[in-house]
């Protein structure tokens, strides 16, 4: 009560507040002017434009969000930006493409809100406590809805159906108690832990409308046994169904859903993919240790995120000819992947999809590729400085296309035209362990050897010296 009431006397007087402490609900209302308000905002300017970080308030306002601070594009509003911001109306520009962290969490008059087309993502907890918030405009763009984002709201408290459905067809959660399940046709996504931990469920059938199923969607669901998935997904989280029968029980080594592998569970060094697997899920083979060879049959079109990262054994990948996509990651610290054969229908390379291989060194690059992501290739990463360097290796690419001649161009790498026979070389051996164990004892030895002869040559010199030494003396 102190603490507001200090709010209160500062804001009567004028002075600016940092937002940090809650609004009293008695205060006055002004309307904030774009440009005062650009001034009351503090922000962080990255590459890719204006994060807002702060916004110090004064009274209830009404507030516009400029599309531009000192000529560059906001884009974000970061976490806790407007928290407990006394603002009843907030108007934000359409350059927006994610509201942060509890960005505007117990901003208590907040009303209503458009969230702008250009909006992907709405994060953990962003409009959680604001007891006013009635209407939210959601449109197609959002694609993820953090947890807690509407906790607290009437927005979400009306909503009083079991699958509570926000905006176009997010299903945000589940609060019914029904052991068998179909998803709805109008439901598009299927939210952040959107099922978590409902134990009654046993089967879902998953509509042919639903393209995305987020992380956690169906963890610790652990009676759920049965999926009938309908639907051609464009994402699968690879937690989305975790700790549930269907994954647990899973007697294959190859752990499909459909036409996607969702997960591989074995311990071979040679794996064939089977035939019929259109997608390999995120993080399907991440952390394999064993995996030294990874063959993909035709019917592959797309490797997603991660999908064989940090495979420290895995040497040799031949793709089929129908693989249209590798993903962002998909074979991170690979280290000793030094065989690479793609098809002939490839059209993107995702970021870092080849990030710390550094004995990968020659690559054919097929003439339907269109996109090669940044540091896709050449590149190590180093997590604990969050920095990328380059790798000092040879890596020659082959390629024709507009996209890998600028790539080679920008990061300084050799590049030669794609010769009409590429990449029909055989596969090397795989280097074996027990190899590797003899190389360094072959070292060992010759460093050995090296250090004796070295050793007599100094005691030679040595001798010598001394019998010189001797006949001066004489």
């Given at each position: ?20 402490a ?13 440009a ?38 906001v884009?974000?509003i ?32 907040l ?15 962003a ?9 939210v ?37 589940y609060?019914?108690q ?31 409308g639903?393209?995305?199923?987020q ?30 029968k ?26 064939v ?39 420290p ?16 990651k ?6 000793m ?17 080849f990030?710390?291989?550094p ?14 992501g ?9 997590a ?7 790798i000092?290796n ?24 794609l ?28 460093g ?27």
């Open positions: 009560m102190i603490v507001c009431m200090a709010c209160i006397l500062l804001c009567l007087s004028g002075i600016q507040l940092t937002v940090c809650e609004p009293d609900e008695n205060a006055a209302a002004d309307t904030v002017p774009i005062e308000a650009a001034s009351r905002m503090e922000y962080s300017d990255t590459d890719d434009g204006i994060i807002l970080t702060c916004y110090r308030w004064s009274s209830e306002d009404a507030v516009v969000i400029p599309e531009q601070i000192d000529g560059k594009t884009i974000g970061g976490a806790s930006a407007f928290r407990y911001c006394y603002a009843y109306t907030i108007e934000l520009p359409p350059t927006i493409r994610k509201i942060g962290e509890s960005a505007f969490e117990n901003c208590v008059y009303q209503a809100v458009a969230i702008p087309q250009n909006c992907t993502e709405i994060a953990d907890a409009f959680r406590g604001c007891r006013q918030l009635s209407y405009d959601l449109p197609q763009s959002v694609q993820r809805i953090g947890a807690a984002a509407f906790e607290g709201t009437p927005y979400l408290e009306n909503l009083t159906e079991d699958m509570v459905i926000l905006g176009d067809g997010i299903l945000y959660a609060t019914g029904e052991t068998q399940l179909s998803i709805p046709e109008k439901v598009r996504i299927i939210g952040q832990n959107a099922f978590a931990g409902h134990e009654e469920l046993t089967s879902v059938t998953i509509s042919e639903v393209q995305r199923i992380d956690g969607a169906f963890a610790d669901c652990t009676a759920l046994k049965n999926i009938d998935l309908q639907a051609d997904l464009s994402e699968l989280a690879p937690n989305a169904f975790q700790g549930t269907w994954e647990s029980e899973a007697k294959d080594s190859f752990v499909v859903l459909k036409d996607i592998l969702v997960k591989y569970q074995g311990d071979e060094q040679e794996v993919i089977p035939d019929g697997v259109r997608v390999v899920n995120g993080a399907a083979f991440a952390d394999c240790e064993n995996l030294t060879t990874v063959t993909l049959p035709i019917s592959v079109e797309e490797i997603r995120k991660e999908a064989f990262a940090h495979c054994s895995l040497q040799i990948v031949l793709m089929g000819e129908n693989t249209k996509t590798i993903g962002e998909a074979f991170m610290d690979c280290g992947l030094n065989y690479l054969r793609l098809g002939h229908s490839l059209e993107i390379i995702e970021a870092g999809a990030l710390g291989c004995y990968l060194d020659t690559v054919y690059l097929p003439d339907t590729l269109h996109t090669i940044e540091k896709a290739f050449g590149y190590r990463y180093n604990k400085g969050d920095v990328y360097s380059k000092n040879s890596l020659m690419l082959y390629a024709n296309t507009a996209c890998a001649m600028q790539y080679a161009t920008d990061e300084e790498l050799q590049l030669k035209p010769p009409a026979a590429e990449n029909t070389k055989p596969a090397p051996e795989v280097v074996k362990e027990e190899d590797t164990d003899n190389q360094e004892d072959e070292l060992q030895h010759i050995w050897i090296a250090g004796c002869g070295i050793g007599g040559i100094l005691l030679i010199a040595a001798w010598i010296q001394r019998m010189a030494q001797k006949r001066k003396e004489r």
